[in-house]
Structures are given as C-alpha cells and as structure tokens.
C-alpha cells in the first residue's frame, strides 16, 4: 500500500496549508488544516476535512467494513450499517487520540442483537487494522442499536 500527499499551499491555491493524498489505487483526497486567526499563513481554510479527521473517518469505514461482511457472512439480512465515532484527543503534542467512541447503528430483518454484538467485536478484536492500530494510544469503547428495517 502507498499514498503519496502533496502540500498545495506552495502552488498559489487558496489554503496556505491545503494538502492533496494520491492513493496508490488512484483516489485523490483533499486535506486542510484549521484557519488561525493569529498567522493566518500557518492555518488553513478550510476547504476539506483535517487530517486527524480523515484518520478517523478511516477507521469508521474499516470497521462499518468489518461489521457488514461478518454479518453478510453468517447470513444474516444487513440492510444498513453506520457507524458515529467521538473522540478526544490529547492536550499537548502529539495531540494523539486517547478515547474513541463508536456507536453503530444496523438495520437489519429479523437480525439478532448478539450477531452484531459478535460483529462488533470481531472487527475490534481482529481485523480492523485501523482500530486495532488506535487501541495502542487509545481506549475504544462501543455501542449499537439495531433496527428492524
């Protein structure tokens, strides 16, 4: 796996601290960092999501990943699955992650709660890379409701 990100501040753009990721399956990723009012030319504008965030809604998309395939899996009628995640982050640099919380959300018929429960776990435990990579900073905790679609 490879990414390359290029800093777009030097080429004239809007942002002063605008960033753009080319991953190596050819998707393009706009990144920006927050505007600072005290030197605007160390902020940005922003125009797209942090990079903190884009780590974050990464690891939502790893796990809500995780969670439709094990349920698609054990044959079960997933219909939607979304997945909340809040966070807060350390006071002083590196202002890594220190709690995650998930809250999940699957619709589903006639879907037993501790299948997803089951789900849940499995990516969390297993194979999440991105989870399993933020537990050593942080403490993830979840939830779930699951509705009858």
């Not at 990464?58 to 698609?72: E, N, P, Q, S």
């Not at 995640?85 to 350390?90: P, Y």
Request: hydrophobic share 40%; aromatic share 4%; with cysteine.
């Amino acid at each position: 796996m490879e990414c390359t990100v290029t800093w777009t501040g030097a080429a004239g753009t809007r942002s002063h601290m605008g960033f753009v990721a080319e991953t190596g399956s050819g998707h393009v990723l706009a990144m920006d960092g927050a505007p600072d009012a005290a030197k605007p030319e160390n902020g940005g504008s922003n125009l797209a999501a942090r990079p903190m965030e884009t780590v974050l809604a990464g690891t939502g998309g790893c796990t809500a990943y995780d969670v439709v395939l094990i349920l698609k899996r054990g044959r079960h009628d997933v219909r939607g699955c979304s997945v909340k995640l809040t966070t807060e982050r350390a006071e002083t640099d590196p202002k890594v992650f220190t709690q995650i919380h998930m809250h999940f959300t699957v619709t589903g018929r006639s879907m037993p709660a501790a299948a997803v429960e089951r789900a849940i776990a499995m990516s969390h435990e297993k194979y999440c890379s991105a989870s399993i990579m933020l537990a050593k900073t942080a403490v993830i905790t979840t939830s779930f409701e699951l509705t009858e679609a």
